[in-house]
């Protein structure tokens, strides 16, 4: 079973920092582009960062200097330190995924869990 499992969120007071893992497991053959998005109470799901297999990066404005994503293909995993946090980042984490499977031999795009951040005094 191809899955990914998120790690790393928790309380932080504004201003402080965090990291989050995204380890991708199962039979997989390759993995494409892997990003976070976020999902903060009554709004809708956004993009916070993404990367490619190459390693170019995308990020959304809101994020810009404070955060950077990275990823270890040999691990299958990809990380996203948040540094100088606001009480606005607040929200549900979740890791996506475009890879390639073996037996059966497919292309998925998966989700992880969603891990919360909150930043608060």
């Known amino acids: 079973q191809v899955q990914l499992v998120e790690s790393g969120g928790g309380l932080v007071q504004p201003g402080g920092s965090l990291r989050l893992s995204c380890a991708a497991s199962?039979?997989?053959?390759?993995?494409?582009?892997m990003g976070w998005y976020r999902q903060a109470p009554g709004k809708e799901r956004e993009l916070v960062a993404a990367?490619?297999?190459?390693?170019?990066?995308n990020y959304a404005d809101s994020v810009k200097g404070r955060f950077r994503i990275s990823r270890d293909n040999a691990k299958n995993t990809v990380y996203l330190q948040m540094n100088s946090l606001k009480p606005e980042d607040t929200a549900a984490y979740y890791c996506n995924a475009a890879l390639t499977t073996s037996a059966p031999y497919r292309y998925l795009v998966l989700w992880g869990q969603g891990t919360l951040v909150t930043v608060s005094s």
């Open positions: 990367i490619t297999s190459g390693g170019t990066t």
């Open positions: 199962g039979n997989i053959i390759s993995i494409n582009n």
